[in-house]
């Protein structure tokens, strides 16, 4: 078998285990509507303030279920230590970090598809085409996620600092990154405003280049960090 | 080892080489001192408290020049695997953190008066935090992990991943849009002031270097009495 086949192999038996389980996937979304709750009371979210804090609280969330359900990158290998089956296996580190990664991705572009209805919902959103870019910013705001969350999860179990690991290292490293998903995600939604209803507004690619800048060199980092993390 | 092999000359020739820097280091710190209070001159619209500027700048360049040491001292360990390499690492993200936070506390001094208020959110400032919270974990990740090979590993990693943000930093005033800057993209200073500026720029050096022999040393002697210990132990 060749790399790309260790990938695919890896990420079907990862999503076919949440698929049978719904360990991750439920709760994160679950997650997500709580912290939107507790935001709305935090805040009194109404119509007026959805432009100037509905982009952060719905990155806020995002994060924040996105560190618990990274924490679950490793942790479900425990049992009976698939771990150390799958590193004995001639899987290169490399493949079995790009699986675990591409799961991490797609579970958080679930979330994140998932729970823009319920966004949508709580902010008065109305429906049309000028959300598509939000695709976009979501794609690469969760290569940025999934690419640093899964070289700390790797390392979280080892540590003292357990739970504390991941969200600790990841959330520094990635708030450039929010910055540019709440920024780009500002400019989308201040599009839909009645009247001037536009598919791209100024300055988005400023911020999607920066997003995909972030995120590259995030994944391609961490890809080559993963080989030490992984040695034993 | 040189050190077992002729002790006596070993010890004195780093002795004296430390005074030495002691001296350089005190000499400087002063001499920077009286430059900022007595020879620079007073800036026109900010009066006095522009003398902030000399000390809080000069903190912030060694701050970076310390993060950018555990980067090399990162991947020198996870080349080389050698614990002088992690020890570099570590230390340097101590002082990158401790000046960091001199950068952090003399800008909203300086920022009082001038903006108005301690804290803006604008860019330099932010992304100066992030970093210094960056290093904050590093250095969490270092105390919080069992002594031993993995998590010097470890550290190393994240302290290659951690300088991600460093540039940021550097880059900021140019990569934001001018009306969300306060922090100025290019200054023109007077001889004066930029003499000073220099001489400030020489002492934290250093003060740097003086600090990161001092620790390396300690932990140096601190390992040296563990390994002692431990054949003392097998010994007995």
Same mark, same amino acid.
């Given at each position: 078998?060749?790399?790309?086949?260790?990938?695919?192999?890896?990420?079907?038996?990862?999503?076919?285990?949440?698929?049978?389980?719904?360990?991750?996937?439920?709760?994160?979304?679950?997650?997500?509507?709580?912290?939107?709750?507790?935001?709305?009371?935090?805040?009194?979210?109404?119509?007026?303030?959805?432009?100037?804090?509905?982009?952060?609280?719905?990155?806020?969330?995002?994060?924040?279920?996105?560190?618990?359900?990274?924490?679950?990158?490793?942790?479900?290998?425990?049992?009976?230590?698939?771990?150390?089956?799958?590193?004995?296996?001639?899987?290169?580190?490399?493949?079995?970090?790009?699986?675990?990664?591409?799961?991490?991705?797609?579970?958080?572009?679930?979330?994140?598809?998932?729970?823009?209805?319920?966004?949508?919902?709580?902010?008065?959103?109305?429906?049309?085409?000028?959300?598509?870019?939000?695709?976009?910013?979501?794609?690469?705001?969760?290569?940025?996620?999934?690419?640093?969350?899964?070289?700390?999860?790797?390392?979280?179990?080892?540590?003292?600092?357990?739970?504390?690991?991941?969200?600790?290292?990841?959330?520094?490293?990635?708030?450039?990154?929010?910055?540019?998903?709440?920024?780009?995600?500002?400019?989308?939604?201040?599009?839909?405003?009645?009247?001037?209803?536009?598919?791209?507004?100024?300055?988005?690619?400023?911020?999607?280049?920066?997003?995909?800048?972030?995120?590259?060199?995030?994944?391609?980092?961490?890809?080559?960090?993963?080989?030490?993390?992984?040695?034993? | 080892?040189?050190?077992?092999?002729?002790?006596?000359?070993?010890?004195?020739?780093?002795?004296?080489?430390?005074?030495?820097?002691?001296?350089?280091?005190?000499?400087?710190?002063?001499?920077?001192?009286?430059?900022?209070?007595?020879?620079?001159?007073?800036?026109?619209?900010?009066?006095?408290?522009?003398?902030?500027?000399?000390?809080?700048?000069?903190?912030?360049?060694?701050?970076?020049?310390?993060?950018?040491?555990?980067?090399?001292?990162?991947?020198?360990?996870?080349?080389?695997?050698?614990?002088?390499?992690?020890?570099?690492?570590?230390?340097?993200?101590?002082?990158?953190?401790?000046?960091?936070?001199?950068?952090?506390?003399?800008?909203?001094?300086?920022?009082?008066?001038?903006?108005?208020?301690?804290?803006?959110?604008?860019?330099?400032?932010?992304?100066?935090?992030?970093?210094?919270?960056?290093?904050?974990?590093?250095?969490?990740?270092?105390?919080?992990?069992?002594?031993?090979?993995?998590?010097?590993?470890?550290?190393?990693?994240?302290?290659?991943?951690?300088?991600?943000?460093?540039?940021?930093?550097?880059?900021?005033?140019?990569?934001?849009?001018?009306?969300?800057?306060?922090?100025?993209?290019?200054?023109?200073?007077?001889?004066?002031?930029?003499?000073?500026?220099?001489?400030?720029?020489?002492?934290?050096?250093?003060?740097?270097?003086?600090?990161?022999?001092?620790?390396?040393?300690?932990?140096?002697?601190?390992?040296?009495?563990? !390994?002692?210990?431990? !054949?003392?132990?097998?010994?007995?």
């Amino acid at each position: 078998m060749i790399w790309w086949q260790h990938i695919a192999t890896l990420l079907r038996k990862d999503l076919r285990l949440e698929w049978r389980s719904k360990e991750r996937l439920s709760p994160m979304v679950f997650f997500v509507l709580l912290v939107l709750l507790v935001f709305n009371f935090g805040f009194e979210l109404g119509g007026a303030a959805l432009g100037e804090i509905g982009p952060g609280v719905l990155w806020s969330a995002v994060l924040f279920a996105s560190l618990i359900g990274l924490q679950r990158t490793f942790t479900a290998e425990d049992a009976d230590d698939c771990l150390d089956g799958i590193l004995a296996s001639p899987v290169s580190r490399s493949s079995l970090y790009v699986a675990k990664m591409a799961g991490n991705f797609l579970f958080l572009l679930a979330v994140e598809l998932i729970t823009l209805p319920l966004f949508g919902l709580f902010f008065n959103l109305t429906v049309g085409a000028y959300l598509a870019p939000l695709l976009i910013v979501f794609a690469l705001g969760s290569t940025c996620i999934a690419s640093v969350g899964t070289l700390f999860a790797a390392m979280a179990g080892h540590s003292r600092l357990r739970e504390f690991f991941l969200p600790l290292l990841s959330l520094p490293i990635l708030i450039p990154a929010l910055i540019s998903c709440v920024e780009a995600t500002s400019l989308i939604l201040a599009a839909g405003v009645p009247g001037h209803t536009t598919l791209w507004p100024d300055g988005l690619g400023t911020h999607l280049a920066m997003l995909a800048a972030s995120g590259v060199i995030c994944f391609f980092l961490a890809l080559l960090l993963f080989d030490f993390v992984m040695e034993e | 080892m040189t050190a077992s092999a002729a002790p006596a000359t070993t010890n004195s020739t780093t002795t004296v080489r430390h005074t030495g820097l002691s001296v350089a280091v005190a000499v400087s710190m002063v001499a920077a001192l009286l430059a900022v209070f007595l020879y620079a001159p007073t800036e026109r619209q900010m009066g006095a408290v522009q003398r902030i500027f000399y000390f809080h700048v000069s903190s912030a360049l060694t701050a970076g020049t310390a993060y950018f040491f555990v980067f090399v001292g990162s991947i020198g360990y996870l080349v080389h695997r050698h614990d002088r390499w992690d020890r570099f690492a570590g230390i340097a993200a101590e002082l990158g953190i401790l000046f960091s936070l001199f950068v952090l506390i003399s800008g909203p001094l300086w920022a009082k008066p001038i903006w108005g208020v301690y804290w803006r959110w604008e860019p330099r400032l932010t992304t100066m935090l992030i970093t210094f919270t960056t290093y904050v974990a590093y250095a969490m990740v270092r105390a919080y992990g069992e002594p031993g090979e993995r998590t010097q590993r470890f550290a190393a990693v994240v302290g290659v991943i951690a300088f991600v943000n460093v540039p940021l930093v550097h880059y900021a005033v140019h990569l934001w849009a001018a009306d969300q800057q306060l922090h100025p993209p290019k200054i023109d200073l007077a001889p004066g002031m930029a003499q000073t500026k220099y001489l400030c720029h020489a002492a934290f050096a250093l003060l740097f270097v003086y600090f990161m022999r001092l620790r390396l040393r300690q932990e140096r002697l601190a390992a040296r009495i563990d !390994r002692l210990r431990l !054949r003392l132990a097998e010994q007995a």
